[in-house]
């Protein structure tokens, strides 16, 4: 064999980061020994891998072709290693989650996860789904959790559990007394609304088309938390998932405001990049969250499979 798995490693750490001195962070190595990596695995086949812009290091034709290949066999190096350790094949396991999913199921299900394989090391991103999408489709995470829909050439994108966003304002709120709420009042009042970008943005921006560009969007918050803190002081109605929501309905600390006609209805999804190894780490972590008995448009219930 002309390369080695250290040269491979260094290949894909320096195709993620776009910087050779980043890349050696990550891998706990010395500049000098990650830069003589790269150069060797070059010149051993005379080509190169990728283009040199200033400090920064851009995969070519070639390297992109190679990342995936890279990837997958370092994963089933990894798989390898776990399964001589004792370990039975789960090597570490890096889940991007979009917010809602993230913040209101995802530690749930890894917990669950690890509880059936302690010896699994997990990581998890929480970011929107337009963040989580991009790392998956850059190889950075080994699959992702997302609520909005998804494009993406790369990627395979699979239906996983029902989700139902609601509209909602704080008990004193003008309409949370009204006993029938029209399109024309949403229009009179102040929202605040995810961000660009998220999922729930999305379904959001889709199930009110018709009355969109009349709404008076007065803030753009990021988290739900921040979110649901905005509209119980007070400052305009807003609308998030059931899921993120049940609590604080249940306290009475925010109240469901229903128009007839919207479906804020939507499903959760799972995204894999359609070159990527499927470890059997992967393999393993999807089938619980299939398992998982979740569908927050018509329940508040979540039930997880008992660990065995």
Wanted: charged residues 20%; hydrophobic residues 45%; proline residues 3%.
């Amino acid at each position: 064999m002309r390369f080695s798995l250290r040269q491979l490693e260094v290949f894909v750490a320096i195709s993620r980061y776009d910087n050779v001195s980043r890349a050696a962070e990550a891998l706990s190595l010395s500049q000098s020994a990650t830069s003589m990596a790269l150069i060797e695995l070059e010149k051993q086949f005379n080509t190169h891998l990728f283009d040199r812009a200033s400090k920064r290091l851009q995969l070519n034709e070639l390297g992109h072709l190679l990342l995936p290949k890279a990837i997958e066999l370092l994963d089933r190096t990894r798989d390898i290693e776990s399964l001589l350790a004792g370990d039975a094949g789960f090597g570490p396991l890096r889940i991007g989650a979009s917010l809602t999913i993230g913040n209101y199921l995802a530690t749930l299900l890894i917990g669950n996860f690890m509880q059936q394989h302690p010896s699994c090391h997990v990581h998890l991103d929480v970011a929107n789904s337009a963040t989580i999408i991009q790392r998956v489709a850059h190889f950075d995470l080994d699959l992702g959790l997302i609520e909005s829909d998804c494009q993406h050439h790369d990627l395979e994108v699979i239906p996983w559990v029902a989700d139902e966003l609601m509209i909602f304002a704080a008990p004193e709120h003008p309409l949370a007394q009204q006993s029938e709420i029209s399109l024309s009042d949403l229009v009179s009042a102040k929202w605040i609304v995810r961000e660009t970008g998220s999922g729930t943005r999305q379904t959001f921006d889709h199930a009110m088309r018709s009355v969109l560009s009349q709404l008076n969007i007065l803030l753009e918050l990021e988290h739900t938390e921040a979110i649901k803190r905005a509209v119980e002081s007070g400052l305009g109605i807003s609308c998030i998932s059931r899921l993120a929501l049940k609590d604080a309905f249940r306290r009475g600390s925010l109240v469901p405001l229903t128009v007839p006609g919207l479906d804020f209805g939507r499903h959760f999804h799972f995204l894999l990049h359609k070159q990527k190894f499927r470890t059997h780490g992967m393999q393993e972590f999807l089938a619980l969250c299939q398992k998982v008995s979740v569908n927050v448009r018509y329940s508040d219930e979540i039930v997880l499979p008992r660990p065995a």
